[in-house]
């Protein structure tokens, strides 16, 4: 009787055990699981406010921002804003070969994160640490890119700008700052996106008349999130928000364009709940 009674006190312990060690598994994978989202947050965050950066030391370079395209004598677009602005992201910027478009022999390479040899330009960076000849890939869409990435390829990005004559972006020319009579600080300037399958030196890019103004839409593409966490937008005073999948399409729509005389200011938007750090 005396033996029954220990077995199952045993067996009671054992189970105990277990029960805790399957509880104290779950709590570390998601805590693991949180800690490695919150990572991604601040490194997605941090890879827009570089950009953003790197946007405003071209302005002040040349008192305007980048063409979103660059086009050949026959109107196709051949470089994007994101190359234009690559000698302010790193110290790679004579790796991307202008003479030809993004998709030639050579930059279609780069694109595709494959390899490519570069000839006697020092690199310490973007995964090569070498002086000199180098051969091997080079993760330019690293800069663009949001994490964790579930592409088909890594070299795939995730920022856009959004084109049309209201935007920062119109076609065919570039804006100054001083053009953006609603404010910097109320003008839309990269979007997060996950429904463009564009390579980071794609001319590609979401435009004002034809994306979705719902955020998440599943059915046409416009500012979206890959996660549950919402999707990033930048703003042209270099800020970045998250930004409430709810928010009325009205005030998408007027925080998207730079000139359009909406009655909007980006704080009330915080305080209302459809933007957050």
């Not at 416009?222 to 709810?246: C, E, K, M, R, Y």
């Amino acid at each position: 009787m005396r033996d029954t009674i220990r077995r199952s006190k045993r067996i009671a312990f054992v189970l105990i055990g277990v029960t805790f060690a399957a509880v104290v598994v779950i709590i570390l994978g998601e805590t693991l699981r949180v800690s490695r989202q919150a990572s991604h947050v601040m490194t997605n965050a941090s890879c827009l406010e570089r950009m953003l950066n790197g946007i405003h030391n071209y302005h002040g370079t040349y008192g305007q921002i980048p063409h979103v395209a660059i086009f050949n004598d026959e109107g196709v677009r051949v470089h994007s804003w994101r190359t234009t602005i690559v000698p302010w992201l790193t110290n790679l910027p004579r790796v991307y070969r202008w003479d030809e478009p993004w998709d030639g022999p050579f930059n279609i390479r780069l694109a595709k994160g494959l390899d490519v040899h570069v000839e006697g330009i020092p690199t310490y960076e973007l995964g090569v640490n070498s002086i000199g000849p180098y051969d091997g890939p080079i993760d330019f869409a690293f800069m663009f890119r949001c994490e964790p990435s579930e592409d088909v390829s890594s070299s795939y990005c995730h920022f856009f700008a959004v084109v049309g004559n209201q935007t920062a972006w119109p076609i065919g020319k570039s804006r100054s700052f001083s053009e953006f009579s609603d404010g910097l600080e109320n003008t839309i300037l990269i979007v997060q996106s996950h429904e463009l399958t564009s390579y980071w030196s794609q001319p590609e890019d979401l435009y004002f008349d034809g994306m979705s103004l719902q955020i998440n839409d599943v059915d046409k593409a416009g500012i979206s999130s890959a996660t549950d966490i919402w999707p990033l937008v930048g703003f042209a005073d270099g800020s970045v928000f998250h930004v409430n999948p709810q928010i009325p399409p009205s005030v998408l729509r007027a925080l998207l364009t730079a000139n359009g005389g909406e009655a909007i200011e980006r704080s009330d938007l915080i305080r209302e709940g459809w933007l957050s750090i």
